[in-house]
């Protein structure tokens, strides 16, 4: 019987051989590119392993202050200074509210209508031909204190001493008027000298062009004034941050003996105390040590008081900066207390930074204004080292409270 196909295209007998052939050479080629794969991948773990121990050390241990990435700062260059009391020039205040923030630097508006501002080392090009050009003395007034507006940012202290405690405050040339400026900034210069600490106070329009837009909250602005107060006083121990809105009453009071001790920290730290009084879950921990701390804050009501706190020097104090900036949480919509919501989320969810902060009592570095005078752990009480002025704005007194406080501390 003639079959239909030629013989060469009938079944062999031997095809499951061939199979079997095909099926172990596969298996062979898989293995060997395995092999290679995993040569590959040790040989470039080992790679950065070196790199690692050679740039770290065995552990990556960053207790060595050579194994931390040094903190830059937001401009290019620095303007060194041996002054340990940086302070704008506080006259200009009201030019520079002439001016305004349109005036002091570019923008940009994105498809979403909102308004950028860029940051500048300097005059812009235009500003430049413009002095060049025109002999007017007010018009190069402006210009010449738009310059120094620009360049304030840039002093970095390079003296021999640096002071163990910077206080640190931003200055809001849109909120008060020059008189009240100089007596905010006075009182930090007054109690800096006596104690022989630093003072660094910035405009807080200085800081507008790191906000994501224009209309973000200037209270983020003070996370980043801590930042630059860092990079310009690098070797400093501590770092007072103090809100416009306060005033030093008690120039007698060494900080450091009266809280940075360890010994007189220690006593006073609220241990076990919710970070969200009076029923929050998570507390402070009960095993903190006070040598440990890198941030000290208060408490008012239900939320955390930045309008004074203190933070230290260190390695997880700065990560903290990096992070509590982030845009992540200052785009986030619902912090309704901007960098304090932030804290308090912060705190509440990382506990590596939860076992370095401690919460003291109020009137320890904040006692907060009252009208009428109240005997209790909270408001100004005569001898209280700071009376807080804080929500001023919202009572429409803030210049009138100024004023009385200062009268008192100048008597």
């Not at 007998?13 to 052939?21: M, P, T």
Request: glycine share 4%; net charge neutral; with cysteine.
């Amino acid at each position: 019987m003639q079959l239909s196909y030629n013989n060469k295209f009938k079944p062999q007998k031997n095809a499951n051989q061939f199979f079997l052939k095909l099926k172990k050479s596969i298996s062979t080629n898989s293995i060997i590119l395995i092999i290679l794969s995993i040569i590959i991948i040790s040989l470039y773990i080992l790679s950065i392993q070196f790199n690692w121990i050679k740039k770290f050390g065995w552990f990556g241990s960053h207790s060595n202050s050579n194994s931390i990435i040094p903190l830059h700062g937001y401009y290019k260059d620095d303007i060194l200074t041996k002054n340990t009391l940086i302070f704008p020039s506080i006259e200009h205040a009201p030019l520079l509210r002439e001016l305004g923030i349109d005036g002091l630097f570019e923008s940009i508006v994105d498809p979403q209508g909102l308004k950028h501002y860029k940051l500048t080392d300097s005059f812009d090009s235009e500003d430049s031909l413009l002095n060049n050009k025109l002999d007017d003395e007010s018009t190069n007034q402006m210009l010449k204190i738009k310059n120094s507006f620009l360049n304030h940012g840039k002093l970095k202290f390079n003296g021999g001493n640096t002071p163990e405690i910077i206080i640190v405050t931003g200055v809001d040339f849109e909120k008060y008027e020059l008189s009240h400026l100089t007596k905010i900034v006075q009182n930090r210069v007054n109690y800096a000298q006596r104690k022989n600490y630093g003072i660094y106070v910035r405009w807080l329009q200085e800081f507008i062009p790191l906000l994501e837009n224009s209309q973000q909250s200037k209270e983020w602005c003070k996370i980043f004034l801590i930042r630059a107060a860092m990079y310009t006083f690098p070797n400093a121990k501590y770092f007072w941050y103090l809100d416009e809105d306060a005033i030093i009453m008690n120039y007698n009071i060494d900080l450091y003996k009266y809280l940075l001790h360890p010994k007189a920290l220690e006593p006073i730290m609220l241990k076990d105390q919710p970070i969200i009084p009076p029923n929050g879950v998570i507390h402070t921990f009960k095993n903190t040590k006070a040598e440990n701390v890198e941030l000290i804050l208060t408490q008012i009501g239900q939320d955390l008081n930045l309008n004074s706190f203190i933070i230290k020097n260190g390695f997880y104090s700065k990560s903290l900066l990096e992070f509590w900036s982030d845009k992540l949480f200052r785009n986030y919509h619902n912090f309704p207390g901007f960098a304090e919501s932030a804290i308090t989320h912060i705190l509440q969810w990382h506990p590596v930074y939860l076992a370095r902060t401690a919460l003291i009592p109020p009137r320890t570095i904040a006692s907060l204004h009252s009208a009428i005078e109240l005997k209790d752990d909270i408001h100004y009480n005569e001898g209280d080292f700071v009376a807080s002025l804080r929500d001023c704005q919202s009572r429409k007194s803030c210049e009138s409270e100024i004023d009385l406080y200062w009268s008192k501390t100048e008597n």
